[in-house]
């Protein structure tokens, strides 16, 4: 079973998230410092998918952070303050996808499953 860190800081954010990714063993974290902790200390995570304005670390910031340490591990960024410029630094720095909350649950499932086939191609 493949998984998922998910990270946002609002707790019913992260219950209805990891319920409609229920397929998929979820590891959620409240911060991007903790989402690090989580890869570090060698948890097998085949996918982050995190908020992007956070208290401490942005979700941008754990982008890059983790383009580094894990190159073709996919990340998908999702926000509630979009922009143009926010979509255009998040995916020149690597992330997958870029959604705007409130995402639907099967669009989150659909794009999820294409950055795992994107990932096992």
């Not at 319920?19 to 890869?39: G, M, R």
């Not at 304005?53 to 941008?60: A, L, N, Q, V």
């Not at 982008?63 to 990340?75: C, F, N, Y």
């Not at 794009?111 to 096992?120: G, L």
Request: net charge negative; hydrophobic share 45%; no cysteine.
């Amino acid at each position: 079973m493949k998984t998922i860190l998910l990270v946002d800081d609002e707790p019913e954010i992260l219950k209805v998230l990891t319920e409609t990714l229920s397929d998929y063993n979820v590891i959620a974290k409240a911060d991007a410092e903790s989402a690090l902790s989580v890869i570090r200390g060698g948890a097998r995570v085949d996918l982050v998918l995190t908020d992007n304005f956070m208290p401490g670390m942005k979700g941008s910031e754990l982008i890059a952070v983790l383009k580094k340490d894990a190159p073709s591990m996919p990340v998908i960024m999702l926000t509630a303050y979009s922009s143009v410029e926010s979509y255009l630094q998040n995916i020149s720095s690597g992330a997958f996808e870029y959604i705007n909350k409130p995402v639907k649950a099967g669009e989150l499932r659909r794009i999820v499953k294409a950055a795992f086939d994107s990932k096992d191609a």
